[in-house]
């Protein structure tokens, strides 16, 4: 079994992989895989000509005889890939695959500004990391930088670090800014005093 507690490095996978499928054609649903399967599960998809997106980062590997830098998944488990109706009696026959996350009975729909935000992030070169439990404060939005437009969650005790989830799976990725003022709240707070400190600040 490798050890854990190695160092880790930052890989920037820039979006999904592009599919025969039309411009808004289909939906982003959210594949659960077994575990170590989800490289095979993207293979499975890209083969078949469908958008398919595993976003992963890279992480060193200790054994007891050598070391080995490996593409491991931001969110284990879990592939989307952007399907009409009809291809998912076939994309649930990939290897590994188990089933789709469902709400009300039905495959849920993947909200695309989320991933766009998680396309973003791995694009940045900013630090990201996996986040497998969320501690999710404030919506907000990143108004500089590479990552300016994205919207995600602040995490308290953290000013400059944000939560970019995705909601369908409950997952998120914890990408940190170089500063608190790269961000301002999306929905501010009805009241306020004017001696206030900001929103996001006064999480502290």
């Not at 830098?69 to 998912?88: C, G, I, M, Q, W």
């Not at 437009?149 to 170089?178: F, M, Q």
């Amino acid at each position: 079994m490798p050890d854990e507690s190695q160092s880790r490095v930052c890989d920037s996978q820039a979006g999904g992989l592009p599919g025969n499928n039309l411009e808004g054609d289909g939906h982003w649903l959210a594949g659960y895989t077994r575990s170590h399967y989800e490289h095979k599960v993207r293979d499975f998809y890209q083969q078949r000509g469908w958008e398919v997106f595993l976003p992963t980062y890279r992480s060193w590997r200790r054994w007891s005889d050598r070391r080995k830098l490996l593409d491991l998944p931001l969110f284990p488990s879990y592939v989307f890939v952007r399907l009409r109706e009809a291809d998912r009696y076939r994309a649930v026959q990939a290897p590994g695959f188990l089933w789709f996350v469902t709400q009300d009975h039905r495959p849920a729909i993947v909200n695309d500004q989320e991933l766009q935000a998680i396309r973003q992030a791995l694009a940045s070169g900013l630090q990201y990391d996996p986040m497998p439990t969320l501690h999710l404060g404030d919506e907000v939005e990143i108004i500089d930088g590479p990552m300016r437009g994205a919207h995600g969650r602040l995490i308290r005790k953290e000013l400059n670090a944000v939560a970019l989830v995705v909601s369908a799976i409950n997952g998120g990725v914890k990408i940190t800014l170089p500063d608190a003022t790269s961000i301002r709240p999306l929905h501010p707070p009805a009241r306020q005093s004017r001696m206030a400190a900001p929103a996001f600040s006064r999480a502290l």
